[in-house]
């Protein structure tokens, strides 16, 4: 299944009137439309290729979500430890002036 329209009858008169035979015109243009046709069905990606991508996206989908996960606890984890720092600093501030 082709994306790209190829008139072939346009192509043909084209050829008709820049001096070629009716039968060589269409010859060409129905060479010209395979052609075309065979690029095209070279370069598109079918459900089999697809398909075969699919499984490796997923596991690095699934990769990148388990770090992300590890460092949303790292990050939780560093959180906490800047609490307790500014805690004990206010503690010994409070601590040297009261």
């Known amino acids: 299944m082709s994306a790209i329209t190829f008139d072939t009858l ?6 008709e009137k820049a001096g070629m035979s009716r039968e060589l015109a269409s010859a060409l243009a129905e060479a010209q439309k395979d052609s075309l ?6 370069q598109m990606a079918t459900k089999g ?3 075969a991508l699919e499984k490796p996206l997923r596991l690095d989908l699934e ?3 388990r ?7 790292k990050f939780a984890l560093l959180q906490w ?8 600093a206010l503690a010994n501030f409070a601590q040297q002036f009261f």
């Open 10 to 15: 346009k192509f043909a008169e084209r050829l």
């Open 37 to 42: 046709a065979e690029v095209m069905e070279a």
């Open 49 to 51: 290729d697809v398909a």
């Open 63 to 65: 990769r990148v979500e």
């Open 67 to 73: 770090k992300l996960i590890e460092h949303d606890g």
């Open 81 to 88: 430890m800047i609490g307790i720092v500014i805690a004990l």
